[in-house]
C-alpha cells in the first residue's frame, strides 16, 4: 500500500512538471457585418418551416458580386431563389444590398393565430390549399405577411384573405 501511494504522488507531481508553456500570438482582425441584417429581422417568423427560414438565409447571404451576372455597370440585379413549394424573387443594389422582395410559398402549415381565426369564423369549413405571402421593402424597413386560404364545405367553396395575426382582411 505505501508503495502505491508513494507511486501515484510522483505520478501526480511529474505530471504538474511537465505542463505546457505557450508562446501568445497575434492573430490577424477579422470584420464580420451582416449585409442584410435589415431583411433577416424584418421577415423572421419562427412560426414558418424551416425550409422558408434556410432560403430566407440564402437570400440574406447570397454575394451578388460573386455572381457570374455582375457588372459594375449595373444599379440593380434580380435574384429567383427556388424550393419544391415556393420561391422567392430578390432585388439587389450593386452592393449586395437587398431592396426588396416579393415571396410566395404553397401548402405549408399555417400559424396557430390564423388557424384560429379560421376554426372560429369557419368552424365546418376544411382548409384546401393555402399562399404564403411576403413583401419586403428596404426603405421601409419592413415586411407585410398574408395567407390566402381556399376553404371547402361539401360542395361550396371559400377564398379568404388574413395577416399573420390572424385578421381578415
Do not use: C
Not at 434580380?78 to 439587389?92: K, L, N
Not at 422582395?101 to 369549413?125: D, G, H
Amino acid at each position: 500500500m505505501k508503495k502505491f501511494i508513494l507511486s501515484f504522488a510522483a505520478l501526480i507531481l511529474t505530471t504538474f512538471m511537465f505542463g505546457q508553456i505557450t508562446e501568445l500570438q497575434q492573430l490577424d482582425e477579422v470584420l464580420v457585418s451582416a449585409v442584410n441584417y435589415k431583411y433577416l429581422s424584418a421577415v423572421v417568423n419562427q412560426e414558418v418551416p424551416m425550409q422558408i427560414k434556410e432560403v430566407e438565409r440564402q437570400v440574406a447571404t447570397y454575394d451578388i458580386k460573386e455572381s457570374e451576372m455582375y457588372q459594375d455597370e449595373y444599379d440593380q440585379y434580380t435574384v429567383a431563389f427556388f424550393i419544391p413549394d415556393g420561391r422567392i424573387v430578390a432585388a439587389y443594389d450593386k452592393n449586395g444590398t437587398v431592396l426588396r422582395t416579393i415571396e410566395k410559398f404553397t401548402n405549408y402549415q399555417l400559424p396557430e393565430a390564423v388557424r384560429s381565426a379560421l376554426k372560429e369564423r369557419f368552424p365546418n369549413w376544411e382548409i384546401v390549399k393555402d399562399v404564403y405571402r411576403v413583401s419586403y421593402h428596404h426603405k421601409k424597413g419592413e415586411a407585410t405577411r398574408s395567407y390566402k386560404v381556399k376553404l371547402k364545405n361539401k360542395d361550396k367553396t371559400l377564398r379568404v384573405k388574413l395577416d399573420e395575426k390572424g385578421n381578415f382582411i
